[in-house]
């Protein structure tokens, strides 16, 4: 609807999290990031964005808990499978590093079969054929 340039109070909730690279801004975006991840724990990102943030100010151990919390509600959330295969690898905690690449490799060929293909195949064989990864595939 046009409001004419006017501002107007809506109930869109708007998350900004753009100068994460800003070392002194990260314990204000930490702070935020877990009060939405109390206040919002069933939208996707929002354990993934208290991992990242954590990870950013190396309290690796949190980060990796957060991605854990993550994925044991968003199992297929691939960003933060990520985010804990990189903290459980600066962690040397083989266990959860096995969990977290395992998953990692179920997201991405799926991803491969049922997304990329569809929309490029031409990347998605050079790709394959670039990684040897042409025999998870078959």
């Known amino acids: 609807a046009n409001m004419d340039g006017k501002i107007v109070n809506t109930n869109i909730v708007i998350h900004h999290y753009g100068k994460l690279n800003m070392k002194e801004k ?14 919002y724990p069933e939208e996707i990102d ?7 943030t954590h990870d950013f100010l190396g309290n690796t151990n949190e980060a990796l808990d957060s991605f854990c919390e993550s994925l044991n509600l968003f ?6 499978c990520f985010g804990g295969l990189l903290s459980a690898h600066k962690l040397n905690v083989p266990v959860y ?9 179920e997201l991405w060929i799926e991803y491969f079969k049922n997304k990329l293909y569809k929309i490029d ?12 990864l042409k025999q998870y595939l078959l």
């Open 46 to 52: 929002s354990y993934y964005l208290l991992g990242t």
């Open 121 to 132: 195949t031409n990347l998605a064989e050079t790709t394959l054929q670039q990684f040897n």
């Open 26 to 39: 990260a314990q204000y975006y930490l702070d935020l990031a877990k009060k939405r991840a109390r206040m």
């Open 75 to 80: 199992p297929d959330h691939f960003k933060s």
């Open 97 to 105: 590093f096995n969990r977290f690449a395992k998953k990692a490799k």
